[in-house]
Nanobody, 127 residues
Framework: QVQLAESGGGLVQTGGSLRLSCAASGRSVSTYAMGWFRQAPGKERELVASITENGARTSYAATVKGRFTISRDNRKSAVYLQMNSLQPEDTAVYYC????????????????????WGQGTQVTVSS
Protein backbone atom coordinates (compact mmCIF):
# COMPACT_ATOMS: atom_id res chain seq x y z
CA GLN A 1 0.00 0.00 0.00
CA VAL A 2 1.02 3.55 -0.68
CA GLN A 3 -0.09 6.52 1.36
CA LEU A 4 0.03 9.98 -0.18
CA ALA A 5 -0.14 13.28 1.66
CA GLU A 6 -0.52 16.57 -0.19
CA SER A 7 0.40 19.95 1.26
CA GLY A 8 0.98 23.51 0.15
CA GLY A 9 -2.51 24.56 -0.82
CA GLY A 10 -4.09 27.79 0.31
CA LEU A 11 -5.62 31.09 -0.69
CA VAL A 12 -3.78 33.24 -3.21
CA GLN A 13 -4.61 36.24 -5.33
CA THR A 14 -4.84 36.16 -9.11
CA GLY A 15 -1.36 36.06 -10.58
CA GLY A 16 0.16 34.53 -7.48
CA SER A 17 2.07 31.30 -7.03
CA LEU A 18 1.85 28.17 -4.92
CA ARG A 19 3.97 25.06 -4.67
CA LEU A 20 2.20 21.82 -3.87
CA SER A 21 4.03 18.87 -2.39
CA CYS A 22 3.03 15.23 -2.19
CA ALA A 23 4.87 12.85 0.11
CA ALA A 24 4.57 9.12 -0.45
CA SER A 25 5.00 6.51 2.25
CA GLY A 26 4.40 2.81 2.71
CA ARG A 27 6.59 1.68 -0.14
CA SER A 28 8.76 3.16 -2.83
CA VAL A 29 7.10 4.95 -5.73
CA SER A 30 10.35 5.48 -7.64
CA THR A 31 9.32 2.99 -10.35
CA TYR A 32 5.86 4.50 -10.92
CA ALA A 33 4.63 7.48 -12.86
CA MET A 34 2.79 10.06 -10.80
CA GLY A 35 0.24 12.70 -11.53
CA TRP A 36 -1.51 15.76 -10.17
CA PHE A 37 -5.25 16.03 -10.66
CA ARG A 38 -7.77 18.65 -9.63
CA GLN A 39 -11.48 18.73 -9.05
CA ALA A 40 -13.56 21.87 -8.88
CA PRO A 41 -17.09 21.88 -7.41
CA GLY A 42 -19.55 20.29 -9.80
CA LYS A 43 -16.83 19.18 -12.20
CA GLU A 44 -15.07 15.94 -12.91
CA ARG A 45 -11.59 15.24 -11.68
CA GLU A 46 -9.11 16.20 -14.37
CA LEU A 47 -5.45 15.57 -14.98
CA VAL A 48 -3.28 18.63 -14.48
CA ALA A 49 0.19 17.19 -14.98
CA SER A 50 1.99 13.86 -14.99
CA ILE A 51 5.56 12.69 -14.79
CA THR A 52 7.29 9.42 -15.62
CA GLU A 53 9.04 7.38 -12.94
CA ASN A 54 12.46 8.86 -13.68
CA GLY A 55 11.21 12.37 -14.33
CA ALA A 56 12.37 12.29 -17.93
CA ARG A 57 8.95 13.03 -19.43
CA THR A 58 6.18 15.29 -18.30
CA SER A 59 2.83 16.24 -19.73
CA TYR A 60 0.36 19.01 -18.93
CA ALA A 61 -3.23 19.93 -19.50
CA ALA A 62 -3.54 22.65 -22.11
CA THR A 63 -5.07 24.98 -19.52
CA VAL A 64 -1.95 24.96 -17.33
CA LYS A 65 0.86 24.48 -19.82
CA GLY A 66 3.48 27.18 -19.43
CA ARG A 67 2.24 28.08 -15.94
CA PHE A 68 2.60 24.85 -13.95
CA THR A 69 5.64 22.62 -13.56
CA ILE A 70 5.64 19.09 -12.20
CA SER A 71 8.79 17.58 -10.72
CA ARG A 72 9.76 14.72 -8.46
CA ASP A 73 12.50 13.70 -6.06
CA ASN A 74 12.66 9.92 -5.76
CA ARG A 75 15.15 10.15 -2.89
CA LYS A 76 12.43 11.85 -0.90
CA SER A 77 9.54 9.89 -2.43
CA ALA A 78 7.94 13.19 -3.32
CA VAL A 79 6.32 14.92 -6.26
CA TYR A 80 5.77 18.64 -6.60
CA LEU A 81 3.60 21.03 -8.56
CA GLN A 82 4.83 24.57 -8.98
CA MET A 83 1.91 26.77 -9.96
CA ASN A 84 2.52 30.26 -11.30
CA SER A 85 0.23 32.93 -12.71
CA LEU A 86 -2.71 31.42 -10.91
CA GLN A 87 -6.19 32.26 -12.14
CA PRO A 88 -9.60 31.95 -10.45
CA GLU A 89 -10.38 28.99 -12.71
CA ASP A 90 -7.51 27.10 -11.08
CA THR A 91 -9.53 26.96 -7.87
CA ALA A 92 -10.03 23.31 -6.97
CA VAL A 93 -8.97 20.51 -4.69
CA TYR A 94 -5.66 19.16 -5.95
CA TYR A 95 -4.78 15.48 -5.63
CA CYS A 96 -1.62 13.54 -6.28
CA UNK A 97 -1.79 9.98 -7.52
CA UNK A 98 0.41 7.00 -8.32
CA UNK A 99 0.22 4.89 -11.50
CA UNK A 100 -1.09 1.33 -11.29
CA UNK A 101 1.83 -0.03 -13.31
CA UNK A 102 5.57 0.22 -12.93
CA UNK A 103 7.74 1.57 -15.73
CA UNK A 104 4.80 2.41 -17.95
CA UNK A 105 5.90 3.92 -21.26
CA UNK A 106 4.82 7.48 -20.68
CA UNK A 107 2.72 8.73 -17.79
CA UNK A 108 -0.96 7.80 -18.02
CA UNK A 109 -3.56 10.45 -18.76
CA UNK A 110 -6.65 8.73 -17.42
CA UNK A 111 -7.60 8.87 -13.75
CA UNK A 112 -8.51 5.19 -13.98
CA UNK A 113 -4.86 4.31 -14.57
CA UNK A 114 -3.91 5.60 -11.13
CA UNK A 115 -4.17 3.30 -8.15
CA UNK A 116 -3.37 5.43 -5.12
CA TRP A 117 -4.65 8.87 -4.22
CA GLY A 118 -4.05 11.45 -1.56
CA GLN A 119 -6.75 13.27 0.38
CA GLY A 120 -6.26 16.46 -1.57
CA THR A 121 -5.31 20.03 -0.78
CA GLN A 122 -7.53 23.04 -1.46
CA VAL A 123 -6.29 25.78 -3.76
CA THR A 124 -8.37 28.94 -3.91
CA VAL A 125 -7.50 31.81 -6.23
CA SER A 126 -9.28 35.07 -5.51
CA SER A 127 -10.01 37.59 -8.24
Amino acid sequence: QVQLAESGGGLVQTGGSLRLSCAASGRSVSTYAMGWFRQAPGKERELVASITENGARTSYAATVKGRFTISRDNRKSAVYLQMNSLQPEDTAVYYCAVDRLQYRLGAPQSRYDYAYWGQGTQVTVSS
